[in-house]
């Protein structure tokens, strides 16, 4: 059910009141949800997907068995097993690196997922590093071709070693967007957005441009100070509405917006949503249930129509903001819409902690629209929804 404001809605925040499509999950609806084995039609914990086009192919990082799957068409039954699998030696096995060393085909936590170019590029967080195919992948285990945050393809140390960031590094990037030709990393350790103004070319090519911090060196919460306009606590995700720059700032309980897209280091963001004010953290502003105004952890967000959707992950639920005449009439607005709970003010699990259902949201990750689908990373009960 959505509800817009205090009045029953439909049609408006999702395509349908309920998933057409549930993979990963091979329990039915209204079962208790459990860790899973690896197979091709199970997940643990998948925290992102991305639909190449509305006909496919779909990509999901399964995260917490440490692979990618694939399915070359848009899954049209529940629990449809993947097609492609990269990241472990068959569709039973799990493990960081396959247990193993990293290489040009293995994940540690893979998160981010979105199209490159003619490729696709993950964000491999805990190998602290973006994986790249120039190509979409049409084997199991393709190499991918160009990696960022690493030198090569064996690495894996954050910050290559570091203690201090550079241009050149990353710390558990968790976010990734393609967008008219450039990059965007959420560089989550970091707590820090890098920009390529241009997609990259070459393995460790260096950001040209940093959100977050004063300096590509810098890696403090908050840019070591209290919270701004600029600064950043757990940046998760990215996304593009009507020319602006979208992130979740999940640690500070926010998701901030730019008018228009930086091109200055440590720009200020012009509004947030989920906060009063830029110096306001708390989740759910400090109180322990949930508003139309409030966050606690936004990790995902995307834009559907003329909505802003943001996946409030700790809250089990998803807001939309409808497009405004004005940015700036953003700053601490109401959301318009919710899906996963039955008010504004609910914030259990799959509604009053119950069984999950084709409607019912668990620790939502991620959002991906694309064409008339939205694809959910519904991570806490272990599938993906697609409406």
């Not at 549930?22 to 329990?27: A, E, F, K, V």
């Not at 639909?51 to 999901?60: A, D, N, R």
């Amino acid at each position: 059910m959505l509800n817009h404001k205090t009045e029953n809605i439909t049609q408006i925040l999702l395509p349908t009141n309920d998933a057409k499509i549930i993979l990963g999950n091979p329990h039915k609806p209204e079962q208790i949800i459990i860790p899973l084995a690896p197979t091709p039609t199970t997940m643990f914990a998948p925290r992102a997907a991305y639909l190449i086009s509305p006909t496919g192919p779909l990509w999901v990082s399964d995260t917490g068995h440490h692979r990618l799957l694939g399915w070359q068409n848009l899954p049209t039954e529940d629990n449809q097993p993947a097609d492609l699998i990269i990241g472990q030696p068959d569709f039973f096995s799990e493990g960081q690196n396959a247990k193993g060393t990293p290489a040009k085909n293995t994940f540690s936590v893979p998160t981010g997922v979105c199209k490159y170019g003619d490729g696709l590029a993950v964000a491999d967080a805990w190998n602290h590093r973006i994986l790249i195919w120039h190509n979409l992948p049409t084997e199991n285990n393709q190499p991918a071709d160009l990696v960022l945050g690493q030198s090569n393809f064996i690495a894996n140390e954050s910050n290559r070693g570091s203690q201090q960031p550079a241009a050149n590094t990353l710390h558990w990037p968790y976010g990734i967007l393609c967008y008219e030709n450039k990059l965007f990393v959420a560089d989550t350790g970091n707590r820090r957005l890098l920009i390529w103004q241009s997609l990259p070319t070459e393995n460790g090519q260096p950001a040209d441009i940093v959100l977050g911090q004063p300096n590509m060196i810098s890696r403090n919460e908050n840019g070591g100070g209290s919270p701004t306009a600029a600064s950043m606590r757990w940046c998760h995700d990215i996304s593009i509405w009507n020319g602006n720059l979208i992130v979740t700032d999940a640690g500070n309980n926010r998701v901030m917006i730019w008018e228009g897209i930086p091109i200055e280091n440590n720009s200020l963001c012009a509004v947030v949503l989920g906060q009063k004010n830029f110096n306001f953290v708390e989740l759910n502003q400090g109180v322990y249930f949930p508003s139309r105004s409030s966050l606690s952890m936004p990790y995902g967000v995307d834009v559907w129509q003329d909505y802003l959707i943001v996946a409030d992950t700790a809250n089990s639920r998803l807001l939309g903001w409808k497009k405004r005449d004005n940015i700036f009439l953003l700053q601490g607005a109401d959301a318009d819409v919710i899906f996963g709970q039955d008010s504004f003010t609910s914030k259990s699990e799959n509604r009053n902690f119950g069984l999950p259902s084709r409607e019912s949201l668990n620790w939502c990750y991620g959002i991906n629209v694309c064409g008339e689908n939205v694809v959910i990373s519904d991570s806490g009960n272990n599938r993906v929804l697609i409406f």
